[in-house]
């Protein structure tokens, strides 16, 4: 059985305290998990990320950016040392809203990515089309170009170990989530883009996941997909009801 992976990627919401109380509601139900069969991340504030990390270790914690120098004359950035020492594994890279409000390209990805492979980080990089590149039939174009530019001159090992979270533009936050057939097409086609393009001969950790109003009533339509190994949600995060409800359709 193939391990299914959850990420909630929480934006700009929940103060600390209020990440306390989201571990303690969803306790109960994360408490028996193994990562194995599920693997349960969360994307909070950079502040709350070093409690989260401390009061649980049930939940992985995600940083939600990084930037790609080590230290220096950045007002307001975080590096991979800061993260580091609070033990912290894994970053999103390219999420859309980075890519739309803070001008976020592959090219700024591809450095954001050379850093977490450097001090041996996992990234989630984010890809996905606009509703016009998805509508004048260009999803797997942008998708292609997001991979090569974004995955340019990374090691083998890093890729081996990436995940991917296929995410149109269009279906983030909007309630309008893509046909699970299309995703699962997509995110075939993202493996096989990154088998021929990098030349992988192992390949069986690359994780490809679903992201875009995902909620419990439709997250097994995605990950019950062969190439889809789970979800990154943004929304239905953000309450312990619907979280737990998604890892409850995700045990079954
Ligand atoms: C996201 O923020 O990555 C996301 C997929 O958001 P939502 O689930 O709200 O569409």
Redesign the pocket.
């Known amino acids: 059985m193939k391990t299914k992976i959850l990420i909630g ?1 929480w ?1 700009m919401n929940k103060t600390i305290q209020e990440t306390i109380g989201f571990v303690c509601a969803v306790k109960e139900t994360i408490k028996d998990i193994e990562p194995e069969q599920i693997m349960i991340g969360i994307a909070p504030s950079f502040l709350a990320l070093p409690v989260l990390e401390k009061i649980t270790d049930k939940i992985f914690s995600v940083a939600q950016n990084v930037h790609y120098e080590e230290k220096g004359a950045y007002t307001g950035e975080i590096s991979v040392e800061m993260l580091k020492e609070i033990e912290i594994d894994y970053a999103l890279i390219g ?1 859309s809203e980075r890519r739309k409000y803070f001008n976020e390209s592959n090219e700024s990805c591809n450095l954001k990515l050379k850093a977490l492979e450097k001090n041996q980080m996992i990234a989630v990089y984010c890809v996905g089309e606009t509703i016009e590149e998805y509508r004048d039939g260009k999803t797997k174009a942008v998708i292609k170009t997001q991979l090569i530019e974004g995955l340019k001159d990374l090691s083998k090992e890093f890729i081996e170990n990436i995940i991917i979270a296929y ?1 149109p533009v269009w ?3 909007t309630g309008e989530s893509a046909n699970e057939d299309i995703a699962q097409d997509i995110a075939s086609y993202i493996k096989e883009v990154i088998k021929e393009e990098f030349k992988m001969k192992y390949f069986d950790n690359l994780k490809v996941l679903y ?4 909620k419990p009533e439709n997250i097994n339509d995605y990950v019950n997909k062969d190439d889809i190994d789970g979800a ?5 995060s953000l309450s312990p009801d619907s979280f737990v409800a998604m890892i409850e359709k995700l045990k079954e």
């Open positions: 990627n934006k999420h995410e279906a983030i936050g992201g875009g109003s995902v990154l949600v943004g929304g239905a």
